[in-house]
């Protein structure tokens, strides 16, 4: 075998070399032969130290983004900005006076003793630096820059530096704040050019620190380019609002199939702060939408239903899962669909969805809604049991939540245990998907979902949780001498019926009480933390 000719180079030259070689391509360098990773044992001891200390990095000391800045711009060595694959944005510093460290405990204001670092940039460095960017900033954009960067307001360079790091991926904005001086304000400028490698963005993380800035300013425009980034696949943004009477075509920014996008995670969102011109539109931009969540806050979330059927109409087969998260857990009315609590079940009927978070008084009342259909003698009860089993049918997980009875006309006595009785009939009617014959789909309302047969395809998984913990009726027949006496739910165990119904066919049921071994391994979009 030929020996290595750069072997026979002196041992400066050879790290000359290494110098010059790219980052990515240090460690190929090093495995071509034992004399060349003795010579690169320097230069890998440095990636070794860079990955440590800047792989998930932050604004949190001041010196950290000149640092990386001058790696990433070939001013230094250009291994710490190699290895940044996250950045955490906490606060957008205003003057070098903030230049400190950030305590999680004290404000600044607070914290008087603490020292401000030295790294003040030079005018010319400065200069430099927005020079790279070009022809990305227009008119007078980049005097505004170059003012704010020399009174020591860090957003613009952290801005630069998210523009010139290779290989970040990931994006976390612990503040909302995006005026004119902000961090987030500034990427507006490059969304369309820059970021390329930029995957997951979330904004308005909580940290539970003083750091925990709101903004009361609209933030369509924010949100509108981040659904613009070239590579996005996951999006978080807490606290969503729009100014009143909005009437901006938002289309014209996000048309249709332009966003990447394939998990959207609104958190908080004012639901009727969004105007129906950015919901028609966001409903059709990303080009093949995997999971939307919605969590619920302080806002109040108008027009559920509308957010239901605008996804699954638009985004067909590539829809999979649409969740509630902590919606009905109180008496605060977070949420209202269209005479209904969020969404009717056949909203979701014929949809590709495996995953869905449903209020069960919107299944009692398309259950009392669809009574018109009854059998000629079905019984009541009966069929009622069997419209709120076929409106479940055809999904692989199912979450119920809030508390049976709906508090409308026609609520059925002892309602929760009607609804077990209908969570045990689909589990019993469960069978694999591929199971079921051609042709024996049934004609109905929620044709995808139910079977001539009484079978349903692929439950794997039922969460009942919610509505055991907030069951109304269970157990109110206990006859007393002044009448029934309800009995305390703790005395009874609840859902005991569907748990074993569940364990006979192989569902999962998530109960508050079983304890039996799960099956199946399943998995729910995940706000960042």
């Known amino acids: ?36 990773a003795a010579c690169s044992s320097n ?19 001041p010196a950290t983004v000149p640092t990386l800045l001058r790696s990433a711009l070939g001013r230094d060595d250009p291994i710490p900005a190699w290895h940044v694959r996250a950045f955490e944005v906490w606060r957008d510093r205003t003057s070098w006076e903030e230049w400190k460290v950030y305590s999680f405990l004290k404000p600044m204001k607070d914290d008087p003793e603490s020292n401000i670092v030295s790294c003040k940039l030079r005018d010319d460095d400065i200069a ?68 390329a490698s930029v995957r997951d963005v979330a904004i308005g993380v909580v940290s539970d620190t003083w750091m925990d800035e709101r903004s009361q300013d609209s933030s369509s425009h924010i949100f509108v380019h981040l659904l613009r980034l070239p590579n996005i696949t996951s999006l978080y943004f807490k606290d969503y609002q729009q100014e009143e009477d909005d009437h901006y075509e938002y289309a014209k920014d996000i048309p249709p199939g332009c966003s990447s996008l394939k998990h959207l995670f609104l958190d908080n969102c004012d639901g009727e702060r969004m105007s129906w011109n950015l919901r028609e539109a966001l409903y059709k ?32 087969p590539s829809l999979e899962s649409f969740m509630f998260y902590d919606f009905g857990r109180t008496d605060h009315d977070s949420i209202h669909g269209y005479r209904c609590y969020a969404y009717y079940p056949d909203t979701i009927a014929g949809s590709s969805l495996k995953q869905v978070s449903i209020n069960i008084k919107d299944i009692e009342l398309f259950a009392l809604f669809m009574e018109r259909d009854n059998e000629v003698g079905e019984d009541a009860v009966e069929a009622y049991v069997r419209h709120v089993a076929d409106c479940l049918g055809g999904y692989e997980c199912l979450i119920l939540w809030d508390e049976t009875g709906s508090g409308h006309a026609g609520d059925k006595p002892n309602e929760t245990k009607l609804i077990e009785r209908a969570i045990v009939k689909l589990i019993e009617g469960s069978v694999e998907e591929g199971s079921v014959e051609e042709g024996s789909v049934g004609e109905g309302s929620l044709e995808e979902g139910s079977v001539e047969d009484g079978s349903y395809t692929g439950l794997k998984a039922i969460y009942l949780e919610e509505i055991e913990h907030r069951a109304p009726d269970w157990g109110r027949v ?48 995940e706000a960042p933390d």
């Open 478 to 525: 206990n006859p007393g001498p002044y009448g029934p006496i309800p009995r305390d739910p703790r005395t009874e165990l609840c859902l005991q019926d569907a748990i074993a119904a569940g364990k006979k066919h192989g569902v999962d049921v998530h109960t508050l009480t079983n304890k039996n071994q799960m099956l199946h391994e399943i998995s729910f979009p």
């Open 128 to 195: 430099d630096y927005l020079d790279t960017l070009g022809h990305r900033l227009h008119g007078d954009q980049y005097e505004k820059a170059r003012t704010q960067a020399e009174s020591g307001n860090d957003g613009i360079l952290k801005m630069l530096l998210l523009a010139h790091c290779p290989r970040i991926e990931r994006l976390k904005f612990i503040t909302q704040m995006h005026d004119e001086e902000s961090c987030l304000n500034w990427l507006k400028t490059l969304i369309s050019n820059c970021l």
């Open 1 to 36: 075998m030929t020996a290595n000719p750069i072997a026979r180079l002196s041992i400066e030259l050879i790290l000359q070399i290494i110098e010059l070689i790219p980052p990515a391509s240090h460690f190929d360098f090093a495995c071509t032969c034992k004399h060349m």
């Open 43 to 61: 230069v890998l001891q440095r990636h070794r130290k860079a990955y440590q200390q800047y792989r998930a990095a932050s604004d949190l000391d």
């Open 285 to 316: 931009a990303p080009c093949s939408l995997e999971t939307v969540s919605f969590r619920s806050g302080e806002a109040k979330l108008e027009h559920s239903d509308q957010f239901v059927s605008g996804f699954t109409e638009e985004q067909g």
